[in-house]
């Protein structure tokens, strides 16, 4: 056994903030999209769909200024790393990647870009702003994003077979084996907690904004159905 083998070691590598933003972005696309018919389940729609265009830019930023492996520059690679990563997952030998591989940083880009699309496209739609495409761009969207999130999920469950590593558990302890130098320093919990806080009170605030049924009309419309129940009910003259 190897020196490096023997300092291989439980490591953290995601962060909170990714990780909950990763599960959020998860449960707001899956409900949005569960949501999209029905008029009854329009303002839960709406509101997921904001949430997720929030989310988005909030790991824009993070992708930035974030830690070691939620930057962009720590796993955004160009066309040439893509194909060797693929060709390496084909001969049975695939490249080992700490953070997102090449071909799941393609599979993270896509998402993001058109998650802000489709944010973008479902506030212009339902505030009636542009043309009326928008709508069905929307909808096309949503159906293209479901695309790549069956693949980035095919992508996920290879590379953990291949690698013998659980990468959906990984997401969410935020840990994988490495070396002690490789991992990060910090978890960053405070940031994930406010980010958090920010989604429920949103949600918070969408409910509150929500339009009240009239109760007085409400009362007035069960008045009218039982008395056409009734009436329904009693015999004709004829019937005597």
């Given at each position: 056994m190897s020196e490096a083998s023997e300092k291989l070691q439980k490591i953290r590598i995601w962060d909170?903030?990714?990780?909950?933003?990763?599960?959020?972005?998860?449960?707001?696309?899956?409900?949005?999209?569960?949501?999209?018919?029905?008029?009854?389940?329009?303002?839960?729609?709406?509101?997921?769909?904001?949430?997720?265009g929030g989310l988005l830019l909030f790991r824009l930023v993070w992708g930035i200024?974030?830690?070691?492996?939620?930057?962009?520059?720590?796993?955004?690679?160009?066309p040439a790393a893509v194909l060797r990563y693929l060709k390496s997952i084909r001969s049975g030998?695939?490249?080992?990647?700490?953070?997102?591989?090449?071909?799941?940083?393609?599979?993270i880009v896509l998402l993001m870009l058109m998650g802000l699309a489709l944010a973008a496209t479902g506030y212009a739609t339902?505030?009636?702003?542009?043309?009326?495409?928008?709508?069905?761009?929307?909808?096309?969207?949503?159906?293209?994003?479901?695309?790549?999130v069956i693949g980035h999920l095919?992508?996920?469950?290879?590379?953990?077979?291949?690698?013998?590593?659980?990468?959906a558990r990984a997401m969410v302890t935020g840990y994988k084996t490495g070396l002690p130098e490789q991992g990060i320093r910090r978890s960053w919990a405070v940031i994930a907690v406010a980010l958090i806080a920010a989604v429920l009170f949103f949600w918070w605030q969408q409910w509150q904004s929500a339009?009240?049924?009239?109760?007085?009309s409400a009362v007035q419309e069960s008045v009218q159905m039982e008395r056409v129940a009734n009436s329904a009910g009693k015999p004709t003259e004829t019937e005597h």
């Open positions: 909170a903030p990714v990780r909950v933003f990763h599960w959020l972005l998860v449960f707001c696309f899956a409900g949005a999209y569960i949501t999209s018919e029905g008029e009854q389940w329009r303002l839960v729609h709406v509101t997921l769909g904001y949430t997720l200024v974030g830690t070691r492996y939620a930057r962009f520059s720590s796993f955004v690679r160009g030998r695939p490249e080992h990647h700490l953070g997102h591989n090449p071909a799941g940083a393609v599979a339902y505030n009636d702003i542009g043309p009326g495409w928008l709508s069905e761009l929307h909808e096309l969207l949503g159906n293209g994003m479901l695309l790549v095919l992508g996920v469950v290879t590379a953990s077979w291949q690698h013998r590593e659980n990468l339009p009240k049924a009239d109760a007085t």
